[in-house]
Each structure stands twice: as structure tokens, then as C-alpha cells.
């Protein structure tokens, strides 16, 4: 069953051995060229589900992968609402906070870490879509990951996310003074995504 077709991939649902599974599949786009368009698919592929699955061994709530193809990830299917779609709950950013703070705290930043890429599922937060995801320390890219959320949720909202990371996090210091730079210098605005 289809369920939606992003900007990258196709999102469906398939059943498997009695089983409902996620597939995302990332399709060819026109516009790149045809060999670089296989190997960023390639690479977004592989990087996605091994940092989902080095995520998952850490106890961080994400899907669990099922397996891979060169272009397609089958992973669990988390029955919830995205955070972007659910009332603005501080319970839910308070554990968005902790969940980024152990992410980095593993050396892993998120890429694109928004509403509108977690799920709730009975109360509790998981994350998703880490296609743009790195193995990195930089403070530059953890405070990104803080940015993107400072910039999608309600002030109350973000406080309470802010809060739950500087508690969980090794490194809040560096990160929210670096958080502070970016804002004054408005880089982030530059940042592209090919
Ligand atoms: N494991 C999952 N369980 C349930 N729904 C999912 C899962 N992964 C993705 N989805 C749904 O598919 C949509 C797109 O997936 P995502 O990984 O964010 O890809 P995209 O790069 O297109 O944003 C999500 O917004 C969510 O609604
Ligand atoms: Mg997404």
C-alpha cells in the first residue's frame, strides 16, 4: 500500500511473513545526472539504515531495520502521528531534547531534525528519516540539529526541548554557545542540501 512520495523517496507498506513493514524506496531524479543520481541514492541508502541501526543498538527509539536493498530501506512501521500533525505537548519536547541529546552524545547528528521527522506512538517519541545523517562531533552540526527545532516550535515548546537536552547532553555548553553564534551570524541560511 502506498503511503506518501516525498521529495526523495516512496513511502509504502508491504506484509511480509504476517507482517506490516515501511519500506522507502529512493527513486531516480531526473535532474541529476544518471551515475551521480545512482551513487547519492546509493550512499543515502546505506548511510541511512546503518546509522538507524547503530541508533537502534544504542537503545535510541528509531524503527528497527528489517533489511536493505541498494536503494530501498524495509524497516518496522511505527503506528503513531507525526509530531508536526500532534498538539504541542511538553512531555514531547521534553523527550525530543533528551532523544537528541543521547544522539550526539554517540557521536551521531540527525541532519533534519524537525516535527515533521518524529513520530509519536502512545506518548512516546521516535525518529525518523536519516538520510541526511552523520557520524560527526562537530558543535557546528549538533547546534544545526538544535536550530531547526528552535525554528519549528513554539517558544514554550522549544524551552522545554532545550531544557531536556542541556540536561542529557555531554557538551551543551559549547553547543548552545555555537547555537548563539549561528543565529548572530545568520549562516545557516547558506547552508545548501544537494
Ligand atoms: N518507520 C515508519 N513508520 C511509520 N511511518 C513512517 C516510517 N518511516 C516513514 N514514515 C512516514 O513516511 C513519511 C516520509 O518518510 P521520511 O523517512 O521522513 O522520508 P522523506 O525523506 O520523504 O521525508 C514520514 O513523514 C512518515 O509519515
Ligand atoms: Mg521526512
New binding site residues.
Given amino acids: 500500500m502506498m503511503?506518501?512520495e516525498?521529495?526523495?523517496?516512496r513511502?509504502y507498506s508491504e506484509w511480509v511473513f504476517g507482517k506490516e513493514l515501511?519500506v522507502?524506496e529512493r527513486h531516480a531524479k531526473k535532474y541529476r545526472i544518471p551515475q551521480l543520481d545512482l551513487s547519492i541514492r546509493r550512499w543515502r541508502t546505506r548511510n541511512e539504515a546503518r546509522i538507524m541501526s547503530a541508533l537502534y543498538e544504542a537503545g535510541i527509539r528509531v524503527?528497527r531495520i528489517i533489511a536493505l536493498g541498494e536503494f530501498t530501506i524495509y524497516?518496522?512501521?511505527?503506528?503513531?502521528r507525526?509530531m508536526k500533525d500532534s498538539k504541542p505537548v511538553r512531555g514531547t519536547a521534553l523527550q525530543c531534547g533528551r532523544m537528541l541529546a543521547q544522539m550526539h552524545n554517540i557521536g551521531i547528528v540527525h541532519g533534519d531534525f524537525t516535527p515533521?521527522?518524529i513520530?509519536v506512538c502512545n506518548g512516546s517519541v521516535h525518529a525518523?528519516?536519516f538520510?541526511l545523517s552523520g557520524f560527526s562531533k562537530d558543535s557546528e552540526e549538533r547546534a544545526l540539529d538544535m536550530l531547526l527545532m528552535k525554528r519549528s516550535l513554539t517558544r514554550d515548546m522549544y524551552a522545554a526541548f532545550e531544557m531536556a537536552y542541556s540536561k542529557f547532553s555531554k557538551d551543551q555548553k559549547e553547543v548552545l554557545k555555537r547555537l548563539a553564534e549561528i543565529e548572530l551570524r545568520g549562516r545557516y541560511q547558506s547552508r545548501t542540501i544537494a
Avoid at 516525498?6 to 523517496?9: I, M, P, V
Avoid at 524497516?75 to 503513531?80: A, D, I, P, S, V
Wanted: net charge negative; no cysteine; hydrophobic share 50%.
Fill in positions: 503511503i506518501g516525498g521529495a526523495e523517496a513511502i515501511l522507502k524503527p524497516m518496522e512501521k511505527l503506528e503513531g507525526l515533521a521527522n513520530i525518523i528519516d538520510g
